[in-house]
């Protein structure tokens, strides 16, 4: 990797950020697979969120030149990555969490891509669980008709080297995106704090006109949830609960608001009476009803969200999977990569 950039070297090409709270477990592997990788021309950022575990120190002083940022407190993983992205120096932002172990050729090959693509400015990586390498963790993120989003092929058999192709939005997992289109777009949404940030980055990708690309041969072995109890846990329910929602609000077309709303609702209403998620329903329900008491200022952020729009709400709706046995079996959903579909919607 190169040492930290004096006046006269050119800056790194791509800036990998980790955000590390309670993942002194993890990280230390994380950083050990990025010393290991076979592309060196990045510089690795670790923002330390007040961990009580103090993990991000001993990491970063195992591979020269690595960067800590202290945030001063638990800033939460959106705040965390867009403090990191502002001091990032690459043109490429790379995503990574603190328990995805990325395998030595995982760099080469979202540069390779991007060479391959070089009207892409977003891409995702094939993810497989570090307990089970032949179980997928995610091929990219799909969103379904009632803006239910989940990790495509989650806990289904790793099919290998497939072809690359068009997901819906990228996992903040393991992603590469434009540092200049990041930063534009706004980063992700610090209100969020976790869960779902990513989606509704992905999100705004969609609505900028911009794909991102799945590329399965980028691989990484990713842990999933370590820092916050498991995906599961009351933590995770309830920020997805809200965030889902917000996700909803703040991105859909106004066309396509009154189809998905009430979709939206009736699922949320199923996942919480099915024997798997009785135990978390008063969670849930709690999640909602933080979602509807935040509604005015994530109504305001989706007038925003919405002005910039470049894209027509139908166009958009073809990026979903309308069939409810993909959101129940979590099938991946990967379409041939379209041209750029920037313009006036």
């Keep these: 990797m190169n040492e930290p950039s004096g006046e006269d070297k050119a800056p790194p090409a791509l800036s990998v950020v980790i955000v590390a709270y309670n993942s002194g477990a993890t990280l230390g592997r994380c950083v050990a697979a990025l010393a290991a990788q076979t592309f060196g021309d990045f510089e690795l950022i670790i923002v330390d969120n007040d961990s009580p575990q103090r993990e991000a120190a001993p990491a970063a002083a195992s591979l020269p030149g690595a960067r800590v940022i202290e945030a001063g407190g638990n800033l939460g993983f959106a ?43 977003s891409f995702t990586s094939r993810q497989v669980m570090a307990q089970d390498r032949s179980v997928l ?59 779902c940030e990513d989606v509704d980055f992905g999100y705004r990708l969609q609505l900028a006109g911009e794909p991102t690309l799945l590329v399965p041969t980028a691989v990484i072995a990713h842990e999933g949830s370590a820092s916050s109890g498991g995906p599961k846990s009351e933590f995770a329910v309830f920020h997805g609960t809200r965030n889902r929602f917000w996700v909803l ?42 979602a509807f008491a935040d509604l005015p200022r994530v109504w305001r952020s989706r007038r925003a969200v919405q002005g910039t729009r470049r894209v027509e709400a139908l166009a958009l709706a073809r990026t979903w999977t309308w069939n409810p046995n993909d959101l129940r079996g979590r099938r991946a959903v990967i379409r041939p990569l379209r041209p750029s579909r920037r313009g006036a919607p």
């Excluded at 289904?156 to 819906?168: L, Y």
């Excluded at 393991?174 to 949404?189: K, N, P, Q």
Aim: glycine letters at 10%.
């Design 79 to 121: 705040a965390g990555v867009n403090l990191g992205a502002r001091a990032a120096l690459g043109r490429w932002l790379v995503l990574l969490n603190p328990d995805a172990y990325p395998d030595p050729d995982w760099l080469a090959q979202l540069v390779a891509a991007s060479r391959r693509h070089p009207k892409v400015l």
């Design 249 to 290: 609000i703040k991105d859909t077309p106004g066309l396509l608001l009154p189809i998905v709303l009430p979709l939206h609702l009736l699922a949320v209403a199923v996942i919480a009476t099915r024997r798997e998620g009785r135990l978390q329903a008063a969670v849930t329900w709690r999640g909602l009803k933080a």
């Design 137 to 195: 963790d995610g091929l990219g993120d799909v969103m379904s008709a009632p803006a239910i989003p989940y990790r495509g092929g989650y806990q289904t058999p790793d099919p290998g080297d497939s072809a690359e192709g068009e997901v819906f939005s990228p996992c903040g997992a393991a992603m590469m995106v434009d540092r200049a289109l990041f930063l534009r777009l706004g980063g992700l949404d610090e209100s969020f704090f976790c869960y």
